[in-house]
């Protein structure tokens, strides 16, 4: 707030970071990633405000799958896909997609941490000195304040790191729409009569 509008809110509830995600320009489906970011009201940059102690913004998932999409998943950026695609993303897309989105960004959590010359508990151990003045105690607890909703950040991602093998993915998910998986969610093979 302070660099956007020149004050900062002294309340306690303030604690808030906004992560910055990027379409890279050296993607190579990086055309295809700006459409349908564009058509879901994102861009190539996005940012997302994260607060203390509340759920992720509901478009930043989908919109991380969007940007890791490559590889065998990169059918799902075809222009049949074009009006669909958003939906698909609001839920997992393969495992190499979500374990990637979960390696950024706890990577980038982990990157954003080590870049405070303090920790938490030394930010905390500060805000308790008496001689502190307002300005510096409010610096001191809006620090304090990112680090907390980096480190939730985090521990979000590294719990999901750790469901990636019980999620359900695309693939799943169409062959059961498609009347294709069995109960036991094996795959039925149709054979010829």
Same mark, same amino acid.
């Given at each position: 707030?302070?660099?956007?509008?020149?004050?900062?809110?002294?309340?306690?509830?303030?604690?808030?970071?906004?992560?910055?995600?990027?379409?890279?320009?050296?993607?190579?489906?990086?055309?295809?990633? /700006?459409?349908? $970011? %564009?058509?879901?009201?994102?861009?190539?940059?996005?940012?997302?405000?994260?607060?203390?102690?509340?759920?992720?913004?509901?478009?930043? /998932?989908?919109?991380?799958?969007?940007?890791? +999409?490559?590889?065998?998943?990169?059918?799902?950026? %075809?222009?049949?896909?074009?009006?669909?695609?958003?939906?698909?993303?609001?839920?997992?897309?393969?495992?190499?997609?979500? &374990? /990637? @989105? !979960?390696?950024? @960004?706890?990577? $980038? !959590?982990?990157?954003?941490?080590?870049?405070?010359?303090?920790?938490?508990? #030394?930010?905390?151990?500060?805000?308790?000195?008496?001689?502190?003045?307002?300005?510096? &105690?409010? $610096?001191?607890?809006?620090? $304090?304040?990112?680090?907390? @909703? +980096?480190?939730?950040?985090?521990?979000?991602?590294? #719990?999901?790191?750790?469901?990636?093998?019980? *999620?359900?993915?695309?693939? &799943?998910?169409?062959?059961?729409? *498609?009347?294709? @998986?069995?109960?036991?969610?094996?795959?039925?093979?149709? %054979?010829?009569?």
């Amino acid at each position: 707030m302070a660099l956007d509008y020149g004050f900062i809110d002294s309340r306690s509830d303030r604690d808030a970071f906004t992560l910055t995600l990027e379409i890279s320009e050296s993607d190579s489906f990086y055309g295809d990633k /700006l459409d349908i $970011a %564009e058509l879901n009201g994102l861009g190539e940059t996005a940012y997302f405000d994260i607060k203390l102690g509340q759920p992720l913004p509901p478009a930043m /998932l989908p919109y991380l799958r969007l940007v890791a +999409l490559g590889g065998t998943d990169a059918f799902l950026l %075809e222009s049949i896909f074009r009006n669909t695609i958003w939906g698909y993303l609001e839920l997992p897309v393969s495992r190499a997609n979500e &374990e /990637l @989105v !979960c390696q950024v @960004v706890r990577n $980038a !959590c982990k990157s954003a941490l080590s870049g405070y010359h303090t920790t938490i508990e #030394e930010d905390e151990k500060l805000k308790e000195e008496e001689n502190l003045s307002p300005r510096l &105690e409010i $610096a001191i607890g809006v620090r $304090a304040g990112e680090k907390k @909703v +980096l480190q939730q950040i985090d521990d979000i991602f590294r #719990e999901r790191e750790l469901e990636l093998h019980e *999620l359900e993915y695309y693939q &799943e998910r169409r062959l059961k729409d *498609l009347g294709l @998986v069995g109960e036991q969610g094996d795959i039925i093979f149709w %054979e010829p009569k």
